[in-house]
């Protein structure tokens, strides 16, 4: 059964950082991009960052214009991990944030961790 187990939310200050990690079962993890999106209250879904699979040669991340400079996401092929790294956080980065694993037509989603900024 695929799963993707997501952890590290929590309550931070504006300025403070998490890392965020989502580990996932059930599928082969290096043929799969990865990606962290994140939805607040009442507003849409969106894109936070994402990274190509590993079987990519021209392989590259992508971060959503509101967080370029801070977040950064990375995976681990050998934990089946991937991570996201939030620094410089605000409270507009306030939200539960989702780890998305993707292949072809199949796409996968974790549970969602809440993350909230707040002083």
């Known amino acids: 059964q695929v799963q993707l187990v997501e952890s590290g939310g929590n309550l931070v200050q504006p300025g403070g950082s998490l890392r965020l990690s989502c580990v996932a079962f059930?599928?082969?993890?290096?043929?799969?991009?990865m990606s962290w999106y994140r939805q607040a209250p009442g507003k849409e879904r969106e894109l936070v960052a994402g990274i190509s699979s590993t079987v990519s040669t021209a392989g590259s991340t992508n971060y959503a214009d509101s967080v370029k400079g801070r977040f950064t996401i990375s995976r681990d092929n050998a934990k089946n991990t991937v991570y996201l790294q939030m620094n410089s956080l605000k409270p507009a980065d306030t939200g539960v944030y989702y780890c998305?694993?993707?292949?072809?037509?199949?796409?996968?989603w974790g549970q969602g961790i809440q993350v909230t900024v707040s002083s």
């Open positions: 059930g599928f082969t993890f290096s043929d799969y991009a």
């Open positions: 998305q694993a993707s292949w072809w037509k199949f796409y996968y």
